[in-house]
């Protein structure tokens, strides 16, 4: 009589239960170095300017300004107002759009005094 070894377990197969989708995974949050790139990169283009001349106006490298609006560089805000301003906008202009690109990428509304109105929160905050 032969039989399974002592020592050996039994693999018994399972039945496949009812199949669940998959989850979504969550959306990434849009990073700010993609929407200030963006935003220099637009503004540059409606105003029909190339590289190089933002580049020399704001007196950075050609090569960095491009690496900043591809979103590859993390820039300092000295140089994000220098590119800023060399396309006539200010700092804060410059943030705003950015601001307003990130409301319209992820669909979220504006930061109140209380929180993100919108939110998955549901008015909940947090304090430390």
């Known amino acids: ?3 399974p070894a002592p020592d050996r377990a039994r693999v018994i197969p399972l039945r496949p239960g009812p199949s669940r989708p998959e989850p979504a995974p969550a959306p990434r949050e849009p990073l700010l170095r993609d929407l200030v790139g963006d935003v ?3 503004e540059r283009l409606a105003q029909e300017r190339t590289l190089k001349d933002v580049a020399d106006a704001a007196r950075i490298s050609l090569p960095y300004l491009s690496e900043v609006e591809r979103g590859r560089k993390e820039a300092s805000s000295e ?3 220098a590119a ?9 202009d ?6 307003g690109e990130l ?5 979220r509304r504006t930061v109140t005094g209380r929180g ?4 998955a929160h549901n ?3 947090l304090a430390a």
């Open 40 to 42: 220099l990169r637009s």
């Open 94 to 99: 410059l943030l705003t759009r950015a601001h």
């Open 103 to 107: 409301v319209r990428v992820t669909g």
């Open 116 to 119: 993100v109105s919108g939110s």
């Open 1 to 3: 009589m032969t039989g």
């Open 79 to 81: 140089v994000l107002a």
């Open 84 to 92: 800023a301003q060399a396309l006539g906008l200010g700092l804060g």
């Open 123 to 125: 008015g909940l905050c």
